[in-house]
């Protein structure tokens, strides 16, 4: 899909007049539950040998309306909604393993997907293990007989770093095994791993896809087979599903998901720059920096680099805590991808469950920050950067 027909796509997909009485916005279908105008007919939806509408919690026209949006964003067959990112991220990971079964892992998760994959090796016995991803034997010898999911986060949450996900989707390939990627941080207007040959995308839609910091909200994408089988068993059972509300707002703040992200890059580029000559910041992690270490992959994987800089003080936890609280305009928060500038300290923050080893190993230090960088002018977010800079 070409950005010219993806900008389309965003605004129209999925929007069907006649089914609205030609109102532009969608309808919000607030309602838990359907009307059936006979038994017969009730039944026959539970059997499937009819097509309509049945419960809210297996599907509803202003979430089945997003649900198409983002299958088309990521040109894929079949999109799923859900109650948060988590949500999804948790039904297709249980979707896809069982008691005894291996999930590879790129090195590095956001905090609370490495907490799903604890509970789920001490709980189910589904082991994992962490693996940088960038040397194709090391990553063929540590698929074993039971592998049965390869996840990635590309860029990774919060160091930035980069999987190849052509080559991953290759060597799975080989193996007859799924790859499933975490698009949150590029959205699909800079990267779609369907294209690249990956099985499952998710969102936490939470973050660029909504871009107004109101919704919690998570989808996932892939061939309709896979995603009719998850719709019926993990998403219909454990139940995690969007509200037609949150779908409604998803709708809205999707139409201007590509002029946002232009802007989130344009600023972003201009900041990383920035924060590199400055003499309190010891290293940018940031993949559109030229010195960057995977500069020529975010250039062939992702169309832009994406809004989100991470970036390290020279001192300690002490020097970052303090750097943050002198911070007029940027908020101190989680989350990221809204009209906001957020910045967060992940050691004690998205990462603080993850034991100092694996953080360690992961590159999260205690002087690390990440910035979502916002839509306000790039001028005013440095001025605040500056000063603060300045100060420590
Ligand atoms: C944060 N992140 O980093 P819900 N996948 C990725 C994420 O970054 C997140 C989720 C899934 C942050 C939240 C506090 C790559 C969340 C989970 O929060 O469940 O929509 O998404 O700041």
């Known amino acids: 899909m070409d950005n010219k027909r993806f900008e389309t796509e965003v605004i129209h997909k999925g929007y069907h007049a006649t089914q609205h009485q030609g109102s532009l916005a ?3 279908f607030q309602t838990s539950t359907f009307v059936f105008d006979s038994a017969e007919t009730g039944a026959a939806r539970f059997a499937g040998e009819q097509e309509g509408y049945i419960y809210s919690r297996l599907s509803n026209p202003t979430v089945a309306m997003l649900e198409e949006r983002i299958a088309a964003m990521e040109n894929g067959e079949r999109g799923l909604a859900f109650g948060s990112g988590m949500a999804a991220v948790s039904a297709i990971l249980l979707g896809l393993t069982k008691t005894g079964d291996h999930v590879l892992c790129s090195e ?53 770093k980069l999987v190849d996900l052509e080559m991953i989707a290759r060597i799975a390939k080989e193996f007859g095994i799924p790859v499933v990627v975490d698009n949150t941080f590029s959205s699909p ?59 409604w707002l998803l709708l809205r703040g999707i139409k201007t998901l590509p002029v946002r992200m232009d802007r989130h890059c344009d600023n972003a580029k201009k900041l990383a720059n920035l924060l590199k000559e400055h003499p309190s910041v010891s290293k940018v992690l940031f993949p559109g920096d030229c010195d960057f270490p995977q500069y020529e992959l975010a250039n062939k994987q992702m169309s ?53 080893e694996n953080r360690k190993q992961m590159g999260i230090s205690d002087q690390l920050l990440r910035l979502s960088v916002g839509l306000e002018a790039w001028e005013d977010i440095w001025a605040d950067l500056d000063q603060g800079l300045n100060q420590i």
């Open 26 to 28: 969608p309808p919000i």
């Open 108 to 160: 590095g998760v956001y905090g609370c997907t490495f907490g799903l994959l604890q509970l789920m090796e001490e709980k189910y016995h589904i082991t994992h293990n962490f693996h940088s991803m960038d040397d194709e034997d090391s990553i063929r010898s540590s698929i074993t007989d039971h592998t049965s999911v390869i996840y990635i986060e590309s860029p990774i949450n919060p160091t930035m």
């Open 189 to 247: 207007y800079l990267q779609r791993p369907l294209d690249l040959g990956c099985d499952v995308v998710i969102h936490s839609a939470t973050k660029y896809l909504c871009g107004h910091g109101d919704v919690i909200g998570g989808l996932a994408v892939g061939k309709k087979e896979l995603m009719s089988h998850l719709a019926m068993t993990t998403q219909k059972d454990i139940g995690g599903v969007m509200s037609p509300f949150d779908a």
């Open 304 to 356: 832009n680099s994406g809004g989100l800089i991470s970036f390290e003080l020279k001192g300690d936890k002490a020097t970052a805590q303090k750097f943050m609280n002198t911070l007029r305009l940027i908020k101190i928060a989680v989350s990221l991808g809204d009209a906001e500038t957020l910045i967060q300290h992940p050691s004690t923050m998205t990462h603080a469950v993850v034991p100092e």
